[in-house]
T-cell receptor, first 111, second 118 residues
Framework: AQSVAQPEDQVNVAEGNPLTVKCTYS??????LFWYVQYPNRGLQFLLK??????LVKGSYGFEAEFNKSQTSFHLKKPSALVSDSALYFC?????????FGTGTRLKVLA | DAGVIQSPRHEVTEMGQEVTLRCKPI?????LFWYRQTMMRGLELLIY????????DSGMPEDRFSAKMPNASFSTLKIQPSEPRDSAVYFC????????????????FGNGTRLTVT
């Protein structure tokens, strides 16, 4: 069975500091992993994905994510947070069948 | 490209009424998905289409829900009769699958329809 967990409901970080939003997954076979961002009253926007290859994936708006197979994790990172990064972030995993979305982590970047 | 377009943005209706939500996917995309988002259940996949054909409707909660895709540029999700527990944000998403399955391609979401059933 596939599953994805986002252990933190909310992450607070000061502007300019690095940020990490955590995600762990469980899937049989090779995973496809995604991060999406949702701003208020908007749909989810694709940030980045891992299919295969380099463990460090670069995406939109300066975000990147690190795939760690041994820890079954796919944490979202950014070296320097902006207030405008404040939003709801979703991790998603899929195998050969069905996207599974995490419950979301609210990121709050404090000025 | 204008992205995925959903209408209406907000819908308030009374229990028992019919509700129709509309979606225009991105031109050229071959997969279309309907999701529902609630605080309690998060994002749930209701149904998806490939080239206008329904592939998996196992997420449709009840027979009160139905979805159609009469052509490549339009889809509807209908609830009849509506109930208060149907209150949620309904998202349409589309994707273009070049190889493999639709589950390794990014989804492009519309801005959703917020449905309130009183």
């Amino acid at each position: 069975a596939q599953s994805v967990a986002q252990p933190e409901d909310q992450v607070n970080v000061a502007e300019g500091n690095p940020l990490t939003v955590k995600c762990t997954y469980s899937v049989s076979g090779n995973p496809y992993l995604f991060w999406y961002v949702q701003y208020p009253n908007r749909g989810l926007q694709f940030l980045l994905k891992y299919i295969t290859g380099d463990n460090l994936v670069k995406g939109s708006y300066g975000f990147e994510a690190e795939f760690n197979k041994s820890q079954t994790s796919f944490h979202l990172k950014k070296p320097s947070a902006l207030v405008s990064d404040s939003a709801l972030y979703f991790c998603a995993v899929s195998g050969t069948y069905k996207y599974i979305f995490g419950t979301g982590t609210r990121l709050k970047v404090l000025a | 490209d204008a992205g995925v377009i959903q209408s209406p943005r907000h819908e308030v209706t009374e229990m028992g009424q019919e509700v129709t939500l509309r979606c225009k996917p991105i031109s050229g995309h071959d997969y279309l998905f309907w999701y529902r988002q609630t605080m309690m259940r998060g994002l749930e996949l209701l149904i998806y289409f490939n080239n206008n054909v329904p592939i998996d409707d196992s997420g449709m909660p009840e027979d009160r829900f139905s979805a159609k895709m009469p052509n490549a540029s339009f889809s509807t999700l209908k609830i009849q009769p509506s109930e208060p527990r149907d209150s949620a944000v309904y998202f349409c998403a589309s994707s273009l699958v070049r190889t493999g399955t639709p589950y390794n391609s990014p989804l492009h979401f519309g801005n959703g329809t917020r449905l309130t059933v009183t």
